[in-house]
């Protein structure tokens, strides 16, 4: 198990918690570059992990 899955089991967390996330939290929840949580979330959102909801400022990630 890599980094990428502790980050994607604290990322799916969050939102179970919270219901959902927006990029800005998943940089911050995790300590990393915007660049980095965005190809995080593209990961996730191509394992069908999440689905996103809203685009630009109103951008929030679900679980699918």
């Known amino acids: 198990r890599g980094l990428g899955d502790v980050y994607k ?3 799916l967390d969050y939102i179970s918690e919270h219901g959902q996330v ?3 939290e998943v940089q911050t929840l995790l300590g990393i570059k915007k660049t980095r949580a965005f190809e995080l979330m ?3 959102r191509n394992m ?3 689905q996103v ?3 630009g400022a109103e951008k929030k990630y ?3």
Do not use: P
């Open 9 to 11: 089991r604290q990322v």
């Open 22 to 24: 927006t990029d800005e």
């Open 42 to 44: 593209k990961q996730m």
């Open 48 to 50: 069908e992990l999440v």
């Open 53 to 55: 909801v809203g685009r």
């Open 62 to 64: 679900l679980l699918k």
